[in-house]
T-cell receptor, first 115, second 112 residues
Framework: AQKITQTQPGMFVQEKEAVTLDCTYD???????LFWYKQPSSGEMIFLIY??????QNATEGRYSLNFQKARKSANLVISASQLGDSAMYFC????????????FGKGMKLTVNP | NAGVTQTPKFQVLKTGQSMTLQCAQD?????MSWYRQDPGMGLRLIHY???????DQGEVPNGYNVSRSTTEDFPLRLLSAAPSQTSVYFC???????????FGEGSWLTVV
């Protein structure tokens, strides 16, 4: 069975600072994908970044990067230069070999960016 | 380009009533899924489909029914609503490879 663990219930960061959101995962699949989604107070799920298990380079998307440590089964999201608009819930999710129709999500964590 | 469209956005039901949450996508995606999100929880998979005529159960399927008669549509039916089904429901579609997963805007359902 696949499992995603996000242990930080909430974090506070000052605007323009960098922040790391933790995610650990458990799977027996050899091929899998890891996702991070942002959910603002309006409720929609916004895709941020994706890392495939065979990708040798850490994924980057603008201010977002994924610190992928396969041996430790961690996939932490790093947000550089936080902005007020980054305040939201953040979810880590995993897709196993079954395909992208079946994602397993963590419980999420709330990020608050202070001015 | 509409993407994934869910209707209704908000709905209040009485216990025992039935209803259908509609999901439509215009991207010709084979894979579609329904998730529910409860307070303090991540999304949990209810049912999914890998193509027209093919559906399967996810993690929390009880009380829900699905069918996939066309590629575009994947309705979720609540046969006899219960207060435990009060939740936010998300529909998603994808090509099945890579990171191309699109979510609808969500449907807020309250069962009283």
């Amino acid at each position: 069975a696949q499992k995603i663990t996000q242990t930080q219930p909430g974090m506070f960061v000052q605007e323009k600072e960098a922040v790391t959101l933790d995610c650990t995962y458990d799977t027996s699949d050899q091929s899998y994908g890891l996702f991070w989604y942002k959910q603002p107070s309006s409720g929609e799920m916004i895709f941020l970044i994706y890392q495939g298990s065979y990708d040798e380079q850490n994924a980057t998307e603008g201010r977002y990067s994924l610190n992928f440590q396969k041996a430790r089964k961690s996939a932490n999201l790093v947000i550089s230069a936080s902005q007020l608009g980054d305040s939201a819930m953040y979810f880590c999710a995993m897709r196993g070999q079954g395909g992208s129709e079946k994602l397993v999500f963590g419980k999420g964590m709330k990020l608050t960016v202070n001015p | 380009n509409a993407g994934v469209t869910q209707t209704p956005k908000f709905q209040v039901l009485k216990t025992g009533q039935s209803m259908t949450l509609q999901c439509a996508q215009d991207m010709n995606h084979e894979y579609m899924s329904w998730y529910r999100q409860d307070p303090g929880m991540g999304l949990r998979l209810i049912h999914y489909s890998v193509g027209a005529g093919i559906t399967d159960q996810g993690e929390v399927p009880n009380g829900y029914n699905v069918s996939r008669s066309t590629t575009e549509d994947f309705p979720l039916r609540l046969l006899s609503a219960a207060p435990s089904q009060t939740s936010v429901y998300f529909c998603a579609s994808s090509t099945g490879i890579g990171n191309t997963i699109y979510f609808g805007e969500g449907s807020w359902l309250t069962v009283v």
